[in-house]
């Protein structure tokens, strides 16, 4: 039996650290905003090589409050993928911006700047990658984009933590961007959490308000603002696996490389890596035309696999009558083929091995 993720592995090298914080947290009876969320902000600052980095209650609330933060709202264009989990929408209709869904790179599955171009109208105010699987964006295409036309740029990092491009961290180079700390995300927490990046004094000021109250001091309140912060509990978790997500970020890569090396000769297509940016591996996903012969024969094993994303955000249900003119053709065949394979920092290299040997087995026969 082979799963997507094993959190056990991982749980059993930080269980002394984190029920040590837990106990000290409980003991102090600090659960709201206390120390160890003061400092795990201070700490991914660092690590991120942003100004300001400010604890909230998931990714979702992230990109959320990033989208009221830089003051996006009723009628403003946002223009964003289809292929990517479905909070990336939702953030953007929270706010009631208009979702301007554009086609993806068939290599890196993410946004295509060219597609972006093309959808700027006088109404877009934002645009809003998605460093998707844990493959950064074309940021330096879409920053300038986002210069030249004076759009807001909103980062979705929330399978990118750690990734890079440039030498610069994804969710510090847009305006602001949007963590979370889903269980099985690079980072991950036991439970909810989320972060909120910006170089702008501004928007951590109005951040901190929005995922608090709207209060800046207690009982004042200047805006209708939200219960959005991150756990106390949760960031004396993420503390301890900050520590090492280089680590399990370099793991996750090792295993992504042994999978492409040994699928190499394999009519299928292993994930696009180029010079600039470095992929951090939430996912591994390949494409292929036999993928359905390919999930039953791992199933019959017991070894995880998954469709992300099955259906693209267009076609789901809660949106297909509102674009239902709308056809993203990369996106549509990206989603038809694809398919993700176990991977975590405790992947063993037996255990690759025999995933490759099952699938060369379907591809083979
Ligand atoms: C996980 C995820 C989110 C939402 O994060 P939550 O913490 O679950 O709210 C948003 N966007 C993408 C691309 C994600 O993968």
Redesign the pocket.
Known sequence: MIPMVNLKAQYAEIKDEVERGLAETIENCTFILGPNVQAFEKETAEYLGVKHAIGVA??????HLALIAEGIGAGDEVITTAF?????AE?IKYVGAILVFVDIDPRTFNISPEAIEKAITPKTKAVMP?H?FGQPAEMTEIVQLCEQYSLKLIE?C??SFGASIDSKQTGAIGDAA?F???PS?NLGAFG???LVTTNSDKTAAKIKQLRNHGSDVRYYHDVIGYNSRLDEMQAVILRAKLKRIDQYNQARRHVAHLYSELMADLPLITPYEDELGVHVY?QYTLLCDRRDAIIKALQDKQIGCAIYYPVPLHQQNVFKEEYSGLSLPVTESVSAHCISLPICPFLEDDSIREIVGIIREVLTA
Do not use: E, P, R
């Open positions: 998931s990714g979702t609330d992230a990109l990517t989990f479905i909070a990336t953030a998605v998707l979705d929330c399978q949007g979370s700390f889903f995300k909810d959490g989320g939430h």
